[in-house]
């Protein structure tokens, strides 16, 4: 299993288990981190620009509470905290598995960094 820790800078930190609902685009970010973003908020959705053009694998039109998706119109990294659905499909790679009310004190263009947890 692959873990990721997601920093909010100042603020505190959420583990997050990533998944095989999307395995092509979840290992392409794997390989990616660390990535670092500033916060930008969507209902209760915290994403950030991501500087990878991937391509949809399967998409999906709703989330819950926790999901961790790539979005291809942006693209962003998301990370749903509460009842909020995509604003248009997104591609699910993990679940925030501590710490998911840390993106209920997130603010506008806080830094976010996820990195690979070491196991």
């Known amino acids: 299993m692959k873990a990721i820790i997601i920093e909010v800078y100042g603020k505190g930190s959420a583990l997050a288990e990533l998944d095989e609902r999307n395995p092509i685009i979840r290992e392409a970010i794997w390989q990616a981190l660390p990535i670092e973003g ?12 991501l500087d990878m053009k991937l391509k949809d694998e399967n998409p999906s039109a709703s989330s819950e509470a926790g999901d961790i ?10 990370i749903f905290f509460g009842q909020t659905q995509p604003y248009s ?13 840390l993106f209920e004190r997130i603010s506008a263009a806080d830094r976010i ?4 947890k070491e196991l």
């Open 69 to 78: 998706c790539y979005w291809s119109p942006g693209p962003a990294l998301c």
């Open 38 to 49: 500033r916060a930008i908020l969507w209902g209760e959705e915290v994403y950030f620009d």
């Open 89 to 101: 499909r997104v591609n699910h790679i993990g679940k925030v598995v501590q710490g998911l009310d």
């Open 113 to 116: 960094v996820l990195r690979k």
